[in-house]
């Protein structure tokens, strides 16, 4: 490449370093997993390590374990989700050859139905925007998952049986960490 190809990326640099810190962090928001933990069974065979949680703008991020023979109830997002699965394997039992294994990339629309269903256990990162609106078998309303019942459901799972609550990235009037 020609000196003139980076000149424009190198006055953009330089244009945008001119103008101060615009969002001034004094340090990153990262977490590992690995440190933090997880919550244990926070639902039966879901185990939840809270990455993210956004209340206000209902985003929220989360690393879930799914034992063997995991269903969760039927439900429909209000919003988009994306299901990065890391290990083991499962599917919407309304797709049964949709497998999702070790790798695969799933995005979910909004107005999506389905019911989640893992036989060997899986694992995964999930980054939900909205709610789930969750049904039992009848087609009954049950409850609304959002990024709100998300941070209820950990704390409340965590301080009952005693488990170290993970730290988790949330957002106020100023980004911090839940334990700030």
């Known amino acids: 490449m020609s000196e003139a190809t980076h000149a424009p990326a ?6 945008a370093s001119s103008l101060g810190d615009v969002n ?27 990455c993210f949680l956004d209340l206000e703008n209902g985003m929220w991020v989360i690393y879930a374990r799914f034992d063997p023979r995991t269903l ?18 499962w599917a919407y039992v309304e797709y049964p050859d949709d497998v999702q294994t070790e ?9 999506s139905i389905h019911t989640f269903e893992s036989k060997e256990g899986a694992e995964g990162f999930m980054v939900v925007q909205g709610a789930n609106i969750n049904f039992d078998q009848d ?21 009952q049986t005693r488990q ?9 009037n100023a980004t911090d960490f839940s334990d700030s």
Do not use: C
């Open 103 to 111: 790798g695969s990339y799933l995005y979910e629309p909004g107005g």
């Open 72 to 89: 969760l109830p039927k439900h429909y997002h209000t919003g988009t989700v994306h299901f990065y699965t890391t290990a083991g394997s």
């Open 139 to 159: 087609g009954n309303f049950m409850n609304i998952m959002d990024a709100a019942w998300i941070e209820r459901m950990v704390v409340e799972a965590a301080k």
């Open 10 to 15: 190198t006055e953009a640099v330089s244009h």
């Open 24 to 50: 001034h962090q004094p340090y990153l928001l990262t977490i590992n997993r690995h440190s933090t933990g997880e919550v244990k069974n926070a639902l039966p065979g879901v185990h939840v390590s809270p």
């Open 164 to 172: 170290k609550l993970p730290r988790y990235i949330k957002p106020k």
